[in-house]
């Protein structure tokens, strides 16, 4: 699996603050930096060769936006799909929640495409609109995919705040292993777990449990039974001293002070989580479609 550049996660960062500054300080549904973070994907995918869909829905009398991206090619009856939501809150830009998320799977996407690669499955991202208002763009797909087509997705892969800047290292606990919460994901979630893990084992990056708990936009595929898995490197939870002696970082501090915040700016990032993250999925991603299928 290729190690993601940084610098080429940080540049779609910045494009994103750039956009959110110029549209009244946020990338919020219903506002204009919402659709011109979509154009912003869209156009990068486009110019990179995947097949890209607007899907729009209306959510509290605004229209809402999913950004869509098929990488042609793999067996159209296995496929794999990556998402992180792109809107953020009104009160501020959304970096790290979750342009940090929208970044990173973005350069995995754009990866995928300067690689030519040719995995077994084929690949399908997404970028969520309206997450913050209830995961309505997630929830809008899913409903409106025929049963069939929902079939299709054997697994699905959510990124939302990887970059935290009191950062804890947390994937989504598909087979409960921690006991809590309300439960593994479908049957397949431990199997995205455990690939997940193991890049985190690979760099030597102690991991923790984080409960499908309903906050993202896993929400709506577990619903129907699609396995699932992710990481998550923190809100406004707060550090304990355990977890700092395990991860480094501040104990007694939010993961992320400016979460949702006007201070959730480029400049609240952690460059060492947003790195690991960014190339967790593209390992992630590279280990579950090239696999080769069962014969
Ligand atoms: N979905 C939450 C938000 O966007 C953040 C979050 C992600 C919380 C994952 C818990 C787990 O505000
Ligand atoms: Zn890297
Ligand atoms: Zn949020
Ligand atoms: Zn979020
Ligand atoms: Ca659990």
Redesign the pocket.
Known sequence: APDLSLANVKAHLSQLQSIATANGGNRAHGRSGYLASANYVMGQLDAAGFSTVLQSFTYNGATGYNVIADWPGGDPNDILMTGA?LDS?TAGPGIN??GSGSASILETALEVARQSLQPAKHLRFAWWGA??LGLRGSQFYVSNLPVAERAKIKGYLNF??VGSPNAGYFVYDGDNSDGTGSGPGPAGSAALERTIQDYFTSISVPTRG?DF?G??DYGPFIAVGIPAGGT?TG?EGIKSAAQATLWGGTAGQAFDVC??RACDTTANISDTALDRNADAIAYTVWTIATAVPPA
């Open positions: 939501h809150v929640d979750n997450e913050e939302d705040m984080t708990d906050r993202s998550f809100a979460y949702h």
